[in-house]
């Protein structure tokens, strides 16, 4: 029989998790038994992103979320840009739970515009966040997981844009085919010490981020573009039988990937690339 607390006794890090991915993902994982650690910036970071940022209520909410599960749950309004501020969330998490074994580096960035038009701030942002970002949470994360020296889990949030280019957000797809050679590089590095590390790989996931007005807008001005971001062929099969063809993916979807790598059923997965696009990148 299969435990339904697969990972009692474990602690999970979670950024950008003051709602949508980070926050399903948050939960998910004290469903399962993990005690959570959660931040984001909740805040705006940059004029160019369209859609509206998230806030310290929505974090807060997070917290309950978990907090309902029955697990415990600390957070932290930080910015990934900030090594110190990581380093001393991971003091604290040591602190409390003594352990650190499951990181889902999740939080991330999105504007849109040609490459050779985009402000120079649009640019270093996103790159900022989303690469160097995730680096840092890198950085400040598996020292403690060493220390502690129980193996453990990476998650790499990356996305379909790091596996297939995607116009009018070059930057972000740069940033995201970045977190592939750094996923790489990693598992090889941490490998000794029964670390694994995966990126997972999403597509048209129904988060704020998916901002249909400026994508309309976008390819309004671009209609080439359009061609690039394909279909998603699998159909959604429900619990009730019934299926339905959906524009977007919830994010509990890509939890349950995120569950799968946390866990021990991964165990001898590492250094992989997994797309979760319900097909769409094989267009």
Known sequence: MTSSTPLAGRVAFITGAARAQGRAHAVRLASEGADVVVSDVSAPVSDAATYPAPTPDDLAETVRLVEETGRRAISAVLDIRDLAALQDLVSRTIDTFGRLDILVANAAVLSWGRLWEMPEDDWDTVIGVNLSGTWRTIRAAVPAMIEAGNGGSIIVVSSSAGLKATPGN??????????????????????????????????????????????????????????????????????????TLSDFMPPEEVSEVVSYLAGDGSRSVSGVQLTVDRGALKY
């Open 170 to 243: 070059g930057h972000y797809s740069a940033s995201k085919a970045g977190l592939v050679a750094l996923t790489n590089a990693l598992a090889l590095e941490v490998g000794e010490y029964g670390i694994r590390v995966n990126s997972i790989h999403p597509y048209s996931v129904d988060t704020p981020m998916i901002d249909p007005e400026a994508m309309g807008e976008l390819f309004g001005r671009f209609p080439s573009f359009l061609h690039s971001f394909s279909p998603m062929p699998l159909k959604n099969a429900r619990r009730d039988g019934a299926s």
